[in-house]
């Protein structure tokens, strides 16, 4: 049985050979309907799952990035010199006051010190709205259709943009509803973005401004080249 995100993935193959063809506009118009139904029903199922979604699968998300991308010394998680549970992958990082069960990242290797760059953009002074986790994820879901390996990036502002995974995972950790950032000389948002809550804090890094200007726009949701 085909799920949603294929039917969809076929639906958008057959209007570009709609469009290529120039057929009738009243099947060019069901497609079109047909489309949005089908986007709605990814967006209902999106929901759910980001309410069942936490801070514990939102830090082994970072600690499986880590694995596969960043140092050894990212690969689980570790407690902060003021006490924190920190994961960080070398883009993001969460750190947490909550008991959440993680594997521990290997003794022997000096890891970075998070603390500080956390407590800086803390006292960012931008305040940047943030979607909320499940209007992004059934965003980046529609997104990736077709493009299953795609990169997704988020545009927050006019002049920044992140990895929407990212974001995604840092907003389920502390449920923000902005972020904290401020631009950099080039007037663009390339310092971290801050959100936290009680017992959780997360930065993530933005993509800078080249990477950015390569990406083919989606909505706010950019499939980077």
Known sequence: MMNAEKILATLENARKVYRQEAAPVY????LENTIDYVKQCIREKENK???????????????KSAMQTGSNAFHGAWNTKKGFTAVCDG???????????????PDAINRFDVDPVIEKSALYSDCIPLPSASE?????????TGRRNAT???RLAEECFVNADYLYDAIVATGATEARSEKTARDWYNNPLYMRNETTEAIVLPISAGCANHTVAIGNCYIAS
Do not use: F, H, N, W
């Not at 099947?27 to 069901?30: I, K, N, S």
């Open 91 to 105: 883009y993001r990082v969460i750190r947490t006051t909550e008991p959440v069960a993680l594997k521990p990242a």
């Open 136 to 144: 992004l994820k059934s965003m980046i879901k529609i997104t990736k």
């Open 27 to 30: 099947y060019v118009a069901d």
């Open 49 to 63: 799952a980001a309410g069942r979604d936490g801070i514990g699968k939102a830090m082994k998300r970072v600690i």
């Open 152 to 154: 997704v990036v988020y």
